[in-house]
């Protein structure tokens, strides 16, 4: 991601999308994890994989299909 940028905008929850760009670039998806880890230099956000954890969206397979990917690709 060179000298790419994205913005996001903190809704009224404290909640916010992750850009498609950067959600790309770390290889999430929804489900997955990520941790915020603070540096020296700022933060740092990155991929959250941890082994033998139960994936908490199993149980809804029926969200799930290749129209929910395609529905939530651009958020």
């Known amino acids: 991601m060179k000298n790419d ?7 009224p929850r404290s909640q916010m999308v992750i850009p498609k760009k950067v959600r790309e670039r770390l290889g999430v ?3 997955d994890l990520v941790r915020f880890r603070v540096t020296s230099k700022g933060i740092m956000i990155e991929r959250l994989v941890v082994a033998g954890e139960p ?5 809804f397979e029926e969200w799930t ?6 529905g939530y690709a651009d958020l």
Request: charged share 30%; no cysteine.
């Open 65 to 70: 299909s290749e129209a929910d990917r395609r």
């Open 55 to 59: 994936d908490p969206f199993a149980a």
């Open 5 to 11: 940028s994205a913005i996001a905008r903190i809704g």
């Open 29 to 31: 998806a929804p489900g």
